[in-house]
């Protein structure tokens, strides 16, 4: 089975696709690429205040579009949390974790800016996640240029997975992003690739890839 476990494909709800038509062109890309499971995960941060809710009624909206059209995909339904003290503390009092597998949790960090944090400790929130049975992942830290080597390690050490996007490594994020996304795969501490889906023009980017390189037999699916 082929899964992908970070998308941003259900519409209208964040940053990735824009409408329903969109959706589901990004989710038929998917597909094409040969992913046979993908979990839809929008953001829940200070910017877009998804709840179990809003995410449902896209998710539902999504998946009739594709059954009318006939992509059969097997859409399942979670969130990217972001660990910001404008909706992390309300995820967890309201109990809005919806596991991805049973068991994962997609837990992001501020891409640039750390203080956004305020006085959430990822550590300590990962190791209570952990506590409860399930186990974080910690997307693309190969974007966060300010996390330290031994910050990411102590999160390694706790017990969280770490997963890296297909789109890192075809540049889709810069040099930068790129070289750590390599640096990371050769120190054997990622666990996971994901795509990360948010508009056509990562179709295009990590199409490319996968098409030119035959990197998937590489950065093999979960
Ligand atoms: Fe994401």
Redo the contacts with the bound molecule.
């Keep these: 089975m082929k899964l992908d476990f ?3 494909i259900l519409p209208g709800l964040d940053d990735g696709a824009t409408d329903l038509a969109n959706a589901v062109e990004l989710t038929s890309a998917m597909k094409d690429w040969g992913f046979e499971r993908i979990t839809c ?1 929008p ?1 829940i941060n200070a910017l877009y205040r998804n709840t179990p809710e809003t995410i449902r009624r896209a998710f539902e909206m999504l998946a009739e579009a594709l059954y009318v059209k006939g992509i059969d995909v097997e859409l399942k339904m979670s969130a ?1 949390y972001r660990l910001v003290p404008e909706t992390w503390p309300e995820v967890l009092e309201k109990n809005w974790i919806m596991p991805i597998e049973d068991k994962y949790i ?1 837990t ?1 960090l501020p891409i640039s800016k750390p203080q956004e944090m305020g006085w959430i400790k990822p550590l300590e929130e990962f190791k209570k996640l952990i506590s409860l049975g399930l186990t974080p992942i910690l ?2 830290p190969e974007r966060y240029f300010y996390l330290s080597h031994r910050d990411l390690m102590s999160y390694v050490d706790a017990g969280v997975v770490i997963q890296c996007n297909y789109g890192s490594f075809a540049g889709l994020y810069g040099d930068t992003a790129q070289q750590n996304a390599e640096n990371l795969v050769n120190e054997s501490i990622v666990s996971l690739y994901g795509t ?1 889906m ?1 508009n056509l023009h990562y179709v295009k980017v990590i199409g490319d890839w996968f098409a030119d390189n035959n990197k998937i037999a590489e950065y093999p699916y979960q």
């Design positions: 970070h998308s941003h995960t953001h990217e997609l992001e997307p693309h990360d948010h």
